[in-house]
């Protein structure tokens, strides 16, 4: 019976340290934008694996993840380099903009519908009658159409098939899925790699095309600053890279 009895307690007291050590352990947490999520998402899991060290990345809207992040945020990243400044210019008390490092930049394309019933191959073919265009006005993609549109001469013919303006691309997913009226969407290749089910996706010229940031900083009141120096250091390796081109970055 005193045997059982130590044994029970031994097992307790194994059960309560590794508990302990558990909850000491860090938890490193990164916020941005969805448009990032998935080389950010992957990048995280290979870095845990590597360090053991659990990596939480909140990628939505911002006003979803803000005050959270006012509490536990590591790292801030944005899907376009024009986010990120204007976060810090709204939030000054936020980042640490001596620690922002540049990643990788993405391509613009245009996503259009699986086979390509309307046989869009170029931006002067958003411009015909009967085209509806899907636009994020905001997020990452402000003014994207409109600048390849420009140096095109298209801005009002591609302005007049433009069926449905939304704030971000997370309203954007949604309604390429529910709205099959909608043709296609001048957006960045990353999202075609999100949506292979349900599009096809049309390459622009390289004299064409545009390319935006992702920056990434480490937030001023870090939790794991020297883990988030860790984490973007990694983000910068060949094998972080390698993850980002997957997911359609340069």
């Not at 947490?29 to 990032?36: E, K, L």
């Not at 309203?171 to 099959?180: E, T, Y």
């Amino acid at each position: 019976m005193h045997q059982k009895i130590s044994l029970t307690a031994a097992f307790a007291f194994l059960l309560c340290t590794s508990l302990q050590v558990a909850a000491q352990q860090p938890v490193l947490h990164v916020y941005g934008p969805g448009g990032p999520l998935a080389p950010i998402q992957e990048c995280a899991d290979l870095f845990s694996r590597a360090t053991q060290v659990k990596v939480v990345v909140t990628a939505s809207p911002e006003p979803q993840w803000f005050s959270q992040a006012q509490q536990d945020a590591d790292l801030i990243f944005g899907g376009a380099d024009y986010m990120l400044t204007d976060f810090a210019l709204r939030q000054p008390a936020m980042l640490d903009e001596k620690s922002r490092v540049e990643l990788y930049v993405r391509p613009a394309g245009i996503l259009v519908r699986k086979g390509n019933p309307k046989k869009i191959k170029s931006l002067a073919d958003l411009a015909q009658p009967g085209v509806r265009l899907l636009d994020v006005n905001g997020a990452g993609q402000v003014g994207l159409w409109e600048d390849l549109a420009g140096r095109a001469g298209l801005i009002p013919a591609i302005q007049k098939n433009i069926a449905s303006s939304v704030r971000n691309s997370i309203q954007a997913l949604d309604q390429w899925r529910s709205d099959l009226t909608l043709d296609a969407w001048i957006t960045y290749e990353s999202w075609y790699f999100r949506l292979t089910e349900v599009s096809d996706l049309v390459r622009l010229p390289e004299a064409q095309k545009l390319y935006r940031g992702t920056p990434i900083a480490i937030a001023k009141t870090a939790p794991n600053r020297a883990l988030a120096e860790k984490f973007i250091a990694f983000l910068q390796t060949a094998q972080a890279h390698a993850v980002f081109q997957k997911w359609g970055w340069k």
